[in-house]
T-cell receptor, first 111, second 116 residues
Framework: DAKTTQPTSMDCAEGRAANLPCNHS???????VYWYRQIHSQGPQYIIH???NNETNEMASLIITEDRKSSTLILPHATLRDTAVYYC????????????FGSGTQLTVLP | GAVVSQHPSWVICKSGTSVKIECRSL??????MFWYRQFPKQSLMLMAT?????????EQGVEKDKFLINHASLTLSTLTVTSAHPEDSSFYIC????????????FGNGTRLTVT
């Protein structure tokens, strides 16, 4: 599976948008971009995923560049409860494949 | 949305004893379940892939005789840590796939194992 690169940590002010970048320059044509987050001592929580079009749901927006080599997860109005480690993962479609977790980005939302 | 339930959420056991962790898919049939382990300040590491009705596939370096996995039904997989030692203390997390397509994996809330 393609490797992803994320910043180790980021801070964001409460109420502001949090923009979390991810590089996946070796992504293949059949690989989706997934975002999960893990709040301390809990299991990972699915946030959003996409192939090449931008996606939006009740939690976040996912912006994927046209060449698909990078993406940005946007939390439009960050709250203190959004403090977590955010993982960007690429995974092929078409099979029940595991998710391979990198180091992720520790997002800290500051009051 | 799909829910994965993991039990127990935490367990403390004595060295040399065995501990069983259950992972259930509550509202979907999981043909494949994955078991992960997470040490403090580290990311999740895949231990094994569990397929319903067949033997689990273990990742390199994971002892299959120590970490027994059973996936006897489409809604339940169990991980048994046999003859646990303090170095097995970790956060164990399961996930389940409800389709073979690109649907997201869903995770349980993890089991904190402490071996004394």
């Amino acid at each position: 599976d393609a490797k992803t690169t994320q910043p180790t940590s980021m801070d964001c002010a409460e109420g502001r948008a949090a923009n979390l970048p991810c590089n996946h320059s070796t992504i293949s044509g059949n690989e989706y971009v997934y975002w999960y987050r893990q709040i301390h001592s809990q299991g990972p929580q699915y946030i959003i995923h996409g192939l090449k079009n931008n996606e939006t749901n009740e939690m976040a927006s996912l912006i994927i560049t046209e060449d698909r080599k990078s993406s940005t997860l946007i939390l439009p109005h960050a709250t203190l409860r959004d403090t977590a480690v955010y993982y960007c993962i690429v995974r092929p479609s078409g099979s029940a494949r595991q998710l391979t977790f990198g180091s992720g980005t520790q997002l800290t939302v500051l009051p | 949305g799909a829910v994965v339930s993991q039990h127990p959420s935490w367990v403390i056991c004595k060295s040399g004893t065995s501990v069983k962790i259950e992972c259930r898919s509550l509202d979907f049939q999981a043909t494949t379940m994955f078991w992960y382990r997470q040490f403090p300040k580290q990311s999740l590491m895949l231990m094994a892939t569990s397929n319903e009705g067949s033997k689990a596939t273990y990742e390199q370096g994971v002892e299959k005789d120590k970490f027994l996995i059973n996936h006897a039904s489409l809604t339940l997989s169990t991980l048994t840590v046999t003859s646990a030692h303090p170095e097995d203390s970790s956060f164990y997390i399961c996930s389940a796939s409800d389709q073979t397509g690109n649907s997201p994996l869903h995770f349980g809330n993890g089991t904190r194992l402490t071996v004394t």
